[in-house]
């Protein structure tokens, strides 16, 4: 089976311009959470889609937000770039049979994106 | 919100050696804990998880311990290899998908 997907892999953008990120989750996956990890703050939670609706939100601005399509692959959008949005960004996903169980998720090799 | 502390932040061991990493978590709700480890130039990939449930769960050469009443679990690798080498992460999990990571830990296996 095909692990999590991301594309781009890399991208550089200016400051004030905004990016669009992709993610293929595992075949038959229904979850998909976004991470944003830097080396000063560590591997962030962004949010969570589920069945095409967000279901949780970190405690980022509005200038990210998400979505999610019906065959459950994921795109992310960052607004108005600035340069602490330089990260990795990381797509995890998960079954979630049941919304009351924890279930593993798997990450995705990530989008390293570079705002000059 | 829930709140993980991981210890130490690098760890350099002799191959063969045993290396042990521990976090705390803060939320006593929190009910899942998984353990990443994440090589250079790649995602987090999991290597063992436990369930409140459970106090130990071991694979190999990996075992992982929780304790619920003081509130922290440990990762255990033994005979340590040079390939062992990355950086480990530990997490948390109340409800939702929304993992809490700890801060990190740099292993280093010398051969």
């Known amino acids: 089976k095909a692990g999590v997907t991301q594309t781009p892999r890399y991208l550089i953008k200016t400051r004030g311009q905004q990016v669009t990120l992709s993610c293929s989750p595992i075949s038959g996956h229904r979850s998909v959470s976004w991470y944003q990890q830097t080396p000063g703050q560590g591997l962030q939670f962004l949010f969570e889609y589920f069945s095409e609706t967000q279901r949780n939100k970190g405690n980022f601005p509005g200038r990210f937000s998400g979505r999610q399509f019906s065959n459950s692959r994921s795109e992310m959008n960052v607004s108005t770039l600035e340069l602490g949005d330089s990260a990795l960004y990381l797509c995890?996903?998960?079954?979630?049979?049941?919304?009351?169980?924890?279930?593993?998720?798997?990450f995705g090799p990530g989008t390293r994106l570079l705002v000059l | 919100g829930e709140n993980v502390e991981q210890h130490p932040s690098t760890l350099s061991v002799q191959e063969g050696d045993s290396a042990v990493i521990k976090c705390t978590y803060s939320d006593s709700a929190s009910n899942y804990f998984p353990w990443y480890k994440q090589e250079l130039g790649k995602g987090p990939q999991l290597i063992i998880d436990i369930r409140s449930n459970v106090g130990e769960k071991k694979d190999q050469r990996i075992a992982v311990t929780l304790n619920k009443t003081a509130k922290h679990f440990s990762l255990h690798i033994t005979e340590t290899q040079p390939e062992d080498s990355a950086v480990y992460f530990c997490?948390?999990?109340?409800?939702?998908?929304?993992?809490?990571f700890g801060g990190g830990t740099r292993l280093m296996v010398k051969p």
């Open positions: 995890a996903s998960s079954l979630n049979r049941d919304d009351w169980y924890q279930e593993t998720q798997y």
């Open positions: 997490a948390a999990l109340r409800a939702g998908n929304m993992l809490t």
